[in-house]
């Protein structure tokens, strides 16, 4: 089992990590990651709590969270700037009730959705802070007045990454269309917040390797909060993440 949850793509570089641009990788993403339990909160938060009728899901990468949203009515828009996870999410059945845009949060048309969700480790790729301050602006503009942004970022004192190895993580999965395909994830470096782990994936029918380097910023609570409040949402609610219990904080940020 993988030691990550999935992870998106690249978004301050506006160029995609080749685990989300490359087409075959994007291909075999779902099979080799099949557990999304972790959207359970959020699509109970967002559709049943919140009764959110409209949504804006920045870094949907293959599309299962917005997806899910549309199959319950929801207007739903996906924004990813990996081409390669849009085409895959394309694919799959009820991709046509969800508007697709491949890009970053400065390609988004005008919106006033109900709620922005970020899953998985999105909040955690904007590494400098002002690429995190641009991005919480432009979803605070995309906002209703009074709607909410979802998102999660792992705990910095669980040290999740210390479990991010090969002997860990290391998995051959038997991909319909594909054959086997190895994979696994290491930490190759942490410096401060930063984390950076190298994901290799190997098609076993040709033997083609590919290989992808991502880093995470671990931030702390304190100063997630500071940062929504800096942007001018309202820190509604923090909780501990039931997918993660003890290791990761759902925050939930209002537009006042």
Same mark, same amino acid.
């Given at each position: 089992?993988r030691?990550t949850?999935s992870?998106?793509a690249?978004y301050p570089?506006?160029?995609?990590d080749?685990i989300f641009?490359e087409?075959?990788?994007?291909?075999v993403?779902?099979?080799l990651?099949?557990?999304r339990?972790?959207l359970d909160?959020y699509?109970t938060?967002?559709?049943?709590? *919140?009764g959110a009728r409209?949504?804006?899901d920045v870094?949907?990468g293959?599309g299962?969270f917005a997806?899910?949203?549309a199959?319950?009515?929801?207007?739903?828009?996906?924004?990813?700037p990996?081409?390669?996870? =849009?085409q895959?999410?394309?694919?799959k059945?009820g991709a046509?009730?969800?508007?697709?845009?491949?890009g970053t949060?400065?390609?988004l048309?005008?919106?006033? =959705?109900d709620a922005?969700?970020?899953t998985?480790?999105?909040?955690q790729?904007?590494?400098e802070?002002?690429?995190?301050?641009?991005?919480?602006?432009?979803?605070r503009r995309a *906002?209703?007045?009074?709607g909410t942004?979802?998102?999660?970022?792992?705990?910095?004192?669980?040290r999740a990454w210390?479990?991010?190895?090969?002997q860990?993580?290391h998995q051959v999965v038997?991909?319909?269309?594909h054959g086997?395909?190895e994979?696994?994830?290491? =930490?190759?470096?942490?410096d401060?917040?930063l984390v950076?782990?190298?994901s290799?994936?190997?098609f076993?029918?040709?033997?083609a390797r590919f290989?992808?380097t991502?880093?995470?910023r671990?931030?702390?609570r304190?100063?997630?909060?500071?940062?929504l409040?800096h942007c001018?949402?309202d =820190?509604?609610?923090?909780?501990?993440h039931?997918?993660?219990?003890?290791?990761a904080?759902?925050? *939930?940020a209002?537009?006042?």
């Amino acid at each position: 089992m993988r030691a990550t949850w999935s992870c998106p793509a690249t978004y301050p570089a506006g160029v995609p990590d080749p685990i989300f641009a490359e087409p075959r990788l994007a291909a075999v993403y779902d099979p080799l990651d099949p557990d999304r339990s972790d959207l359970d909160a959020y699509e109970t938060i967002v559709a049943d709590e *919140l009764g959110a009728r409209s949504v804006l899901d920045v870094g949907c990468g293959t599309g299962t969270f917005a997806l899910r949203l549309a199959s319950r009515g929801l207007d739903v828009t996906g924004l990813d700037p990996a081409a390669a996870s =849009v085409q895959v999410a394309r694919s799959k059945a009820g991709a046509d009730d969800v508007r697709w845009i491949v890009g970053t949060v400065d390609d988004l048309p005008s919106l006033q =959705v109900d709620a922005a969700t970020m899953t998985a480790n999105v909040a955690q790729v904007f590494l400098e802070d002002h690429e995190w301050h641009a991005t919480l602006d432009a979803i605070r503009r995309a *906002l209703r007045p009074g709607g909410t942004l979802v998102f999660e970022a792992r705990r910095p004192e669980a040290r999740a990454w210390e479990g991010w190895t090969k002997q860990a993580t290391h998995q051959v999965v038997e991909v319909p269309g594909h054959g086997l395909v190895e994979d696994w994830v290491e =930490v190759t470096q942490v410096d401060g917040e930063l984390v950076t782990f190298e994901s290799p994936t190997i098609f076993h029918a040709d033997g083609a390797r590919f290989e992808s380097t991502s880093t995470l910023r671990f931030r702390s609570r304190p100063a997630s909060e500071e940062s929504l409040r800096h942007c001018g949402l309202d =820190v509604l609610d923090v909780r501990d993440h039931a997918y993660a219990p003890g290791r990761a904080w759902l925050y *939930l940020a209002g537009r006042a």
